[in-house]
């Protein structure tokens, strides 16, 4: 019998469920409508997969990408799953064939676009099939709320009337409760099963660094992580073509990837990313939908983005494959500036403009925060973060060591005083530094005591300071949309010595990330990716379609030695063990004999 456990271990090579999933598959199986929300990476897909193969029958599962439904497709193809696509990519021949054996019960799961679910010649053909359960991933598409509004999932609600008695699973990782209602109502769920999981990524590690000459650091970071893929967002197309050609130059394996290529270029840089023919990508933020690769090490943004909703998603397509994840943000409160510019440009209505510049507010928050960055990121989804601190960010990792910064602050008092109470904590930050702009000489205040007074600190960390300073009540900021310092009691309280000022210390900024040493045999580990991308460009397919790098990690861990001891291992089900088994046996044999790994050392 199919029982839910043995379909877990021959077709997916798993042997327990990820948090949530086995509710939400038990839910399914009983014929419940599901409305599924689960952070990304947090196993989504085997909630419809699973139960397909347990009802049999037909599962139709409504997709927004073809890109995305192709690597679908293959993944289930090489663990033994027949399933199929039906798009607009298919000729007249191929979708006759696809058809044919749809209506022959030989498809188990049919991934189709949401233009194609409602057509009408489509809902007759699958009304000769067998439909046991009807799948609609990213389902926020359906919401005006979310960030990927797509009207053609509003008509997809059309499913549940023609179909009434089969169940519907929706699925999505939008946190907002506002989407996740949307979805409930315009999918005509009956009575729908909720279930909404942690947006906590734990295998995602946080940091924010300041980003006055970043370049050699993050070629300092790169040369560390020699073998993995990663993303680097820019603000501009221009940025993300001068950065690639920069890594280039500097030997590092770089496309550029923006709305303004040309499309064909565009699906040749994601394709080379997916397929690990090329390492990093830079990107503005056009690079998105579509890039399902599991195996993304790092997410960089060298500008600061809009509002913390996209900073998630971005860093978000690190580690979907759980194995950690480095989200390092290049921070500069001068970024602040071209985001005012946009949203004056774009934004013309008044509510419209107060929210996004809440939103890059609360962004500038996150940066400048001293507490922990995931317990923030958290909150601000509403989620509540249980421990003082997560381990896994550069506040928690390094805690912040408070000094008497006392003699600080009366400078930027006294700073704030003589250039007359009217201008920000940039400005106060150039006067401190003793700044050449314009805009201080014709004002007159690089003749004023407190130009270049502070030259014992960096531009960035007068910021920090003044952040602080005004989040605990010592100076006072007007707020809006060009908000002035201004000085308060306390302020005047410092002045006169009646009241210290404890500051957050400023850190060094030249290490990005701590380097983690390895637990498994990392010479095996090369050798098996090699062969993975062999065996990957002979099938047509990316790497991770073959094996994820957990699954080469327990190899290059346990050695194993013979078919059974491989089958144990996460990620190899019957399907691949037939067919990548043999060669993946053999390379492990020959480095254990190279290297002199006995059998005590080898599992099997
Ligand atoms: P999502 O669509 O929610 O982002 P995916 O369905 O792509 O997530 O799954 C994320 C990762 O988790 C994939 O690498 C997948 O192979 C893995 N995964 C899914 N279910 C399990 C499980 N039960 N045990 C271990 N790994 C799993
Ligand atoms: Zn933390």
């Not at 014709?442 to 407190?450: L, S």
Request: glycine share 8%; charged share 25%.
């Amino acid at each position: 019998m199919n029982t839910k456990y043995s379909v877990l271990e021959k077709y997916f090579g798993y042997t327990s469920f990820l948090p949530h999933q086995e509710e939400i598959v038990d839910a399914v199986l009983s014929g419940r409508d599901v409305l599924a929300v689960m952070a990304t990476g947090g196993g989504k897909s085997l909630c419809y997969q699973l139960p397909a193969l347990v009802f049999g029958g037909l599962t139709v599962v409504v997709s927004p990408l073809i890109a995305l439904m192709k690597d679908q497709v293959d993944s289930l193809r090489a663990n033994g799953i027949p399933a199929a696509t039906i798009n607009s990519s298919l000729g007249y021949g191929e979708q006759k064939i696809v058809e044919r054996v749809i209506l022959e019960g030989r498809i188990r799961i049919l991934y189709v676009s949401p233009e194609r679910a409602v057509q009408p010649f489509f809902l007759s053909l699958i009304a000769k099939a067998d439909v046991r359960l009807i799948a609609i991933d990213e389902a926020h598409c359906i919401s005006m709320w979310g960030h990927n509004f797509r009207p053609e999932y509003r008509r997809l609600r059309m499913l549940k009337e023609r179909f009434p008695a089969v169940p519907v699973i929706a699925l999505t990782a939008t946190a907002i409760p506002a989407v996740q209602n949307d979805i409930a109502v315009e999918l005509a769920l009956s009575n729908p099963v909720r279930f909404v999981g942690s947006f906590n990524r734990k295998n995602l590690t946080y940091r924010v660094v300041p980003k006055a000459r970043y370049f050699p650091r993050l070629v300092a970071y790169l040369t560390e992580h020699p073998n993995d893929a990663g993303i680097i967002y820019c603000f501009s197309q221009k940025a993300t073509e001068e950065l690639a050609k920069k890594l280039q130059d500097k030997g590092f394996s770089a496309l550029p990837y923006h709305a303004g290529l040309p499309d064909s270029v565009r699906a040749e840089h994601q394709e080379a990313f997916s397929r690990g023919d090329v390492a990093i990508i830079c990107a503005t933020v056009a690079f998105g939908m579509g890039i399902d690769k599991p195996d993304v090490r790092f997410v960089i943004h060298t500008d600061l983005p809009k509002d913390i909703e996209s900073y998630y998603q971005e860093t978000g397509r690190a580690g979907r494959d759980g194995e950690p994840g480095d989200c390092i943000l290049f921070y500069s409160r001068g970024d602040y500036g071209t985001i005012r510019y946009i949203i004056e440009k774009e934004c013309t209505d008044a509510t419209q403009k107060d929210v996004a510049y809440r939103k890059v507010g609360m962004m500038l928050d996150y940066c400048e925060t001293t507490g922990c960055r995931r317990k923030f990121l958290l909150a601000y989804f509403g989620e509540s973060y249980p421990e003082e601190r997560c381990g896994g960010c550069d506040r928690c990792e390094t805690p912040v060591k408070v000094f008497d910064g006392t003699e600080a602050a009366s400078l930027v008092i006294t700073c704030v005083h003589e250039t007359g109470e009217q201008f920000g904590a940039s400005y106060i930050a150039d006067v401190l530094t003793g700044s050449k702009s314009n805009r201080i000489r014709e004002n007159g205040h690089d003749r004023i005591p407190a130009y270049g007074s502070g030259r014992g600190y960096t531009r960035d960390q007068w910021l920090l300071f003044i952040q602080e300073m005004v989040g605990k009540g010592f100076v006072t900021s007007t707020g809006g949309r060009y908000p002035v310092l201004v000085s308060n009691d306390r302020s005047r309280a410092v002045l006169a010595g009646e009241i210290a000022v404890p500051l957050a210390e400023p850190r060094p900024d030249g290490v990005v990330a701590a380097r983690v040493e390895n637990d498994y045999d990392e010479a095996l580990f090369l050798r098996l990716r090699q062969l993975r991308k062999v065996v990957a460009d002979l099938d047509r397919v990316p790497p991770f379609v073959v094996f994820h790098d957990r699954t080469l990690k327990e190899m290059a861990t346990s050695y194993p030695g013979t078919g059974v001891a491989l089958l144990g291992i996460y990620g190899v089900s019957e399907a691949k063990l037939k067919r990548y088994g043999r060669r993946f046996l053999d390379a492990i044999e020959k480095h254990c004999a190279e290297h002199g790994i006995g059998p005590e050392q080898r599992s099997g």
